[in-house]
Nanobody, 117 residues
Framework: QVQVVESGGGQVQPGGSLTLSCAAS????????MAWFRQRPGKQREFVAQ???????TYGASVKGRFTISRDNAKNTVALQMNSLKPEDTAVYYC???????????WGQGTQVTVSS
């Protein structure tokens, strides 16, 4: 059974840090891309960061320089280190895994991150 499971969400004060983790298991395809998206209250889901098998990373403009994505290819896990968090980072964060052609795309159930004093 294919599963994509996130963990690590919670509440943190502005300026604080939080690390999200995601594990993909039971996949029958090569996981080429592991990514994070988020959905802020009242907004559409937006891209946060992604990492390819070879280690290349890309980031959304609003998180570049503050968030770092990394992956363990052997374990099919991906982490998102979030620093200098702002209230506007409050969102449900979703893990996404895709094959190289993006014809297979799996989502986790999401994990809530709240940045508030």
């Amino acid at each position: 059974q294919v599963q994509v499971v996130e963990s690590g969400g919670g509440q943190v004060q502005p300026g604080g840090s939080l690390t999200l983790s995601c594990a993909a298991s039971g996949t029958t395809f090569s996981v080429a891309i592991m990514a994070w998206f988020r959905q802020r209250p009242g907004k559409q889901r937006e891209f946060v960061a992604q990492v390819f098998t070879g280690g290349t990373t890309t980031y959304g403009a609003s998180v570049k320089g503050r968030f770092t994505i990394s992956r363990d290819n052997a374990k099919n896990t991906v982490a998102l280190q979030m620093n200098s968090l702002k209230p506007e980072d409050t969102a449900v964060y979703y893990c996404n895994v895709r094959n190289s052609a993006a014809t297979i795309s799996l989502w986790g159930q999401g994990t809530q991150v709240t940045v508030s004093s």
